[in-house]
């Protein structure tokens, strides 16, 4: 056979395993790991290799726009040990959940964190739904809502000759194409709150809670007269509504890149509240008003936002010891009201929240807490642990 048909064969018959076999071998884009998502510009940057490099020129796997970041101004890198940051030489410098962090110092990464690239703001979670979560919750809790809808008010009947109240819980629904809004007002027969929902008044966010794409507000404002944007208001009387609000079904909008994860898009939100400028002071007050009111979901709602409120201002240990108490005093209060009748599952909640309130302890401590105050929040934490093992042995 002559020397060149030998050649060509050959070269057939590799051109014909490399048509076959090479979209077999082809590998499919890896998993992301994690995310990051950008506050100033929306934008959401999948985290997918070892090495991820952040900075202003366009080859970065992380390309910020922002003059006053560096060309190279840091990288995230995942190791063995976990996921770690790293300044690698910035001129503004960079920092973590408001520490500064060294050149080429490098620092542990945990879901939840927010990095400051001068003046960039980042955010990483390990999933799209911690993600819009947390970023729901940061942008929330930290400010004050206004109700674009009319919430309808609870409802009162009477059961064995007296009235009874029955909280409302108002979904609404959203149309994608039309941005139309749908409210549908149920009953929580076994909701504790007292008092109707004013419509005309400005509204707190307490609580955010995204699950299978439904978005649950806890909301509260002043009772009778009074705005809660007024400076002179007595935040000390408050109500309470819950609001849900869901996407319609078959909506293709209804998930974050690719279809995956909840997410709520700002034009869909602003349809039913918007958010006024943050007002710290005001924030704070009512934050206060809500552990001052000896009831469960008041309490939980102001550890909530003591929390965030810490969260974005990190520099200030108080505000988490003030988190872990009204915290402790939530558990308290749960464990008191129910006693016997809490299960098993939610026991074991609970003790979560406690150990949560152990490392916010730590935290506090690490930030520079005065004594005083950290001993009196341990004791509050002590005597929830103290009342639910208590509730806990009864049961056994």
């Known amino acids: 056979m002559p020397f060149m048909e030998v050649v060509m064969r050959r070269f057939i018959l590799v051109l014909m395993a490399v048509t076959l076999t090479g979209p077999a071998l082809a590998q499919a884009p890896p998993e992301p790991w994690g995310y990051l998502y950008a506050f100033r510009t929306l934008r959401i940057y999948a985290l997918a290799s070892e090495d991820i490099r952040i900075g202003r020129l366009p080859e970065n796997q992380v390309a910020l726009s922002s003059t006053r970041v560096s060309r190279r101004h840091a990288a995230i890198r995942k190791t063995d040990t ?39 703001l980042l955010l990483y979670h390990e999933t799209l739904d911690s993600l819009w979560l947390d970023e729901l919750r940061l942008r929330l809790l930290s400010g004050l809502g206004m109700l674009r809808i009319d919430l309808p008010e609870d409802r009162r009947r009477k059961s064995f000759g007296r009235d009874r109240l029955e909280a409302s819980v108002t979904e609404a629904q959203l149309n ?13 027969v076994n909701a504790e709150t007292e008092g109707g929902f004013p419509a005309d008044s400005g509204a707190f966010i307490g609580n955010v809670a995204l699950e299978d794409g439904v978005l649950e507000l806890s909301l509260w404002a002043i009772s009778g007269r009074g705005s809660m944007t007024s400076r002179r208001s007595s935040i000390s009387r408050l109500k309470h509504a819950t609001l849900r609000v869901s996407l319609e079904e078959g909506s293709s909008d209804g998930g974050g890149p690719g279809g995956r994860g909840p997410w709520f898009p700002p034009h869909y939100l602003e349809k039913v509240i918007g958010m006024d400028a943050d007002d710290k002071n005001l ?37 988490l010891l003030r988190a872990i108490k009204a915290k402790a005093s939530w558990i308290d209060a749960t464990v008191k009201s129910k006693r016997l009748a809490l299960t098993t599952l939610e026991m074991d909640e609970l003790d979560d929240e406690l150990a949560t309130g152990r490392r916010w302890l730590q935290k506090a401590v690490k930030a520079g807490a005065k004594e005083k105050p950290v001993r009196e929040a341990a004791k509050v934490l002590d005597q929830a642990e103290k009342r639910l093992a208590a509730v806990r042995e009864s049961k056994s």
């Open 82 to 120: 976990g996921v770690v940051f790293i300044d690698i030489g910035s001129s503004n410098g960079s920092r973590l959940n408001g520490d500064p962090v060294r050149a080429q110092e490098e620092r542990p990464l945990r879901p939840g964190d927010r990095i400051q690239l001068a003046d960039e």
């Open 176 to 188: 994608p194409e039309t941005l139309s809004i749908t409210l549908r007002h149920s009953i929580d």
């Open 283 to 319: 924030t704070l007050r009512f934050a206060t008003s809500l552990a001052s009111q000896d009831h469960p979901e008041a309490l939980r709602d102001a550890a909530e936002v003591y929390y965030f409120r810490y969260r974005l201002a990190p520099k200030e240990p108080e505000l």
